[in-house]
Nanobody, 125 residues
Framework: QVHLVESGGGLVQAGGSLRLSCAAS????????MGWFRQAPGKEREFVAA????????RYADSIKGRFTISRDNAKSTVYLEMNSLKPEDTAVYYC??????????????????WGQGTPVTVSS
């Protein structure tokens, strides 16, 4: 089992940057594929990015490709989401998630086993 805690959200102007962190408890962090999802008010939760257990493979949603970067530090049991060139439509609560799977980088939330509580990101125009 793994417990996830996100941080780093906040208010930023359009064009700005934020770096989200997700700290995991437990000694098996390196065995989990990690993902970031987001949910805007009145909308369904959507996939943002995922990273393999070693960090060697990544996958991104088309809407954020080229602007966001997912990374992980297994020694610190932490996954990051670097967000650049932020747009008002990036406003959402951002969640990290862990998937007990070492093969696929799933984009559907139902494939992930553990979730953090979320951190809000607001991008003003």
């Amino acid at each position: 089992q793994v417990h996830l805690v996100e941080s780093g959200g906040g208010l930023v102007q359009a064009g700005g940057s934020l770096r989200l962190s997700c700290a995991a408890s437990g000694r098996t962090f390196s065995m989990y594929t990690m993902g970031w999802f987001r949910q805007a008010p009145g909308k369904e939760r959507e996939f943002v990015a995922a990273i393999s257990t070693s960090g060697g493979k990544t996958r991104y949603a088309d809407s954020i490709k080229g602007r966001f970067t997912i990374s992980r530090d297994n020694a610190k049991s932490t996954v990051y989401l670097e967000m650049n060139s932020l747009k008002p439509e990036d406003t959402a609560v951002y969640y990290c998630a862990a998937d007990w799977n070492t093969i696929y980088l799933y984009t559907t939330s139902s494939n992930y086993d553990y979730w953090g509580q979320g951190t809000p990101v607001t991008v003003s125009s």
